[in-house]
């Protein structure tokens, strides 16, 4: 079992960045596959990032690649999302996710309960 748990969303200008963490309690989050995806108001949710438990393979949605970077670090049982040159369309409430496979897709055991990040204009 793994609890994930958010935090460092909040309100940013266009251009700006922050730095999303998501800290992760349970044994074997070394072991654990790890993937942020986001849920903009009256969208559905959709795959930002992922990154393997050894951290060798991170892959990107088109629309962050370049601007965005996962990271984890298993010694803190965390994963990060730097967020560089915010654009009011990556407002949404990002959540990060636990699993076996570093999915695109949804296909993780474990779920946080999400950080909204707005991004003003």
């Known amino acids: 079992q793994v609890r994930l748990v958010e935090s460092g969303g909040g309100l940013v200008q266009a251009g700006d960045s922050l730095r999303l963490s998501c800290a992760a309690s349970?044994?074997?989050?070394?072991?654990?596959?790890m993937g942020w995806f986001r849920q903009g108001s009256g969208k559905e949710r959709e795959f930002v990032a992922s990154?393997?438990?050894?951290?060798?393979?991170?892959n990107y949605a088109g629309s962050v690649k370049g601007r965005f970077t996962i990271s984890r670090d298993n010694a803190k049982n965390t994963v990060y999302l730097q967020m560089n040159s915010l654009k009011p369309e990556d407002t949404a409430v990002y959540y990060c996710?636990?699993?076996?496979?570093?999915?695109?897709?949804?296909?993780?055991?474990?779920w946080g309960q999400g950080t909204q990040v707005t991004v003003s204009s």
């Open positions: 990154i393997t438990w050894a951290g060798s393979i991170r």
């Open positions: 996710a636990g699993g076996s496979v570093a999915s695109t897709s949804s296909d993780y055991d474990y």
């Open positions: 349970g044994r074997t989050f070394s072991r654990t596959a």
